[in-house]
């Protein structure tokens, strides 16, 4: 009889320790899988993979080369974004579509990358008239400039962000996710120098950036440029002839030889500036992420890219 209770308590010990062994299974089976990350801005997308590697799957809304002002996401999108655990957008505005966008998710599962970079630039909006446009938001000294990717503090900045959402999402995956974003880091930090170097070969009467939409602020403060752009935050925006006939002047003043137009953005003001004050077109930059060709797909080629246009197109 005793023998037989023994027996039933080992068999019950060893049924509980298997399904306890099950259990722990299944729950480093779910912890293994990878975290489903949907992307809404190209240099997101970069971040989200380097840092991520295999313990994440990206999924990106927008291919390189897409003017992310004016993207709307499709019903397919919504629903990637619905089966996401984890979110990833420009922030500061860029994503117009946001409020909407995350009106049906729990929350926290949009993370605002942009909305966490230390010290965004502030654009004033008071050069736009005082016919009270421009003004309709909370604060009045201006808005945020949401293209913080144009820069490598900013860019360091939002890898250290995302490589933070990720570990506190798979916090068995640590390790690897932090090493994978050191090296990655290392590698966008020491575009720095070699910009600096670049742009400290232009004259500094020549340090001016006339470019079309008013992206190029992050890239400027860092080095030390100064930024006359003939549209407002958005590619959408429209100049006016004050602004155009002060740019001119700019433009004979410093006998500026370049002017910036983008990969993404109507250039048709920009064209007429040319024609008006005899200063070339460069090529083209990148204002609003990755752009759709080779060499400009990625973060560096990015960087890389529009420095070189600017620093061979002033000096
Ligand atoms: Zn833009």
Request: hydrophobic share 45%; charged share 25%; with cysteine.
């Amino acid at each position: 009889m005793f023998h037989r209770t023994l027996r039933f308590v080992r068999t019950g010990l060893a049924l509980a320790g298997l399904s306890f062994l099950a259990a722990a299974s299944v729950a480093q089976g779910t912890a293994d899988a990878p975290l489903r990350v949907v992307t809404l801005h190209t240099v997101l997308t970069e971040i989200a993979r380097e840092v991520g590697g295999d313990a994440v799957t990206v999924v990106p809304l927008l291919r390189p080369g897409v003017d992310p002002h004016v993207f709307e996401p499709a019903p397919a999108d919504i629903r990637r974004v619905r089966e996401a655990d984890v979110v990833l957008a420009a922030g500061l505005g860029m994503e117009t579509y946001l409020p909407r966008l995350q009106r049906d998710l729990p929350a926290g599962r949009v993370v605002e990358v942009g909305n966490r970079i230390p010290d965004p630039v502030q654009v004033c909006t008071a050069d736009h008239g005082h016919e009270g446009h421009g003004h309709a938001h909370d604060h009045d000294h201006g808005e945020d400039d949401p293209h913080w990717w144009v820069a490598v503090d900013p860019l360091l900045a939002a890898i250290d962000i995302v490589t933070t959402e990720l570990v506190a999402r798979r916090p068995a995956a640590a390790p690897a996710i932090q090493a994978r974003a050191s090296a990655y880091r290392a590698r966008i930090a020491a575009l720095k120098p070699w910009a600096q170097a670049e742009i400290a070969r232009i004259p500094e009467a020549q340090r001016l950036l006339v470019t079309s939409h008013d992206a190029f602020r992050y890239l400027a403060r860092e080095y030390g440029l100064e930024v006359q752009p003939l549209l407002g935050l958005s590619t959408a925006d429209e100049t006016s002839a004050r602004r155009l006939a002060e740019t001119v002047e700019l433009i004979r003043e410093r006998r500026l030889r370049t002017v910036f137009a983008e990969a993404s953005a109507n250039d048709r003001t920009l064209a007429a500036i040319v024609r008006e004050t005899g200063a070339k077109p460069g090529r083209p930059l990148c204002a609003d992420g990755l752009g759709g060709q080779p060499g400009t797909d990625t973060i560096e080629g990015m960087i890389r890219h529009n420095i070189l246009a600017i620093a061979e197109g002033l000096r």
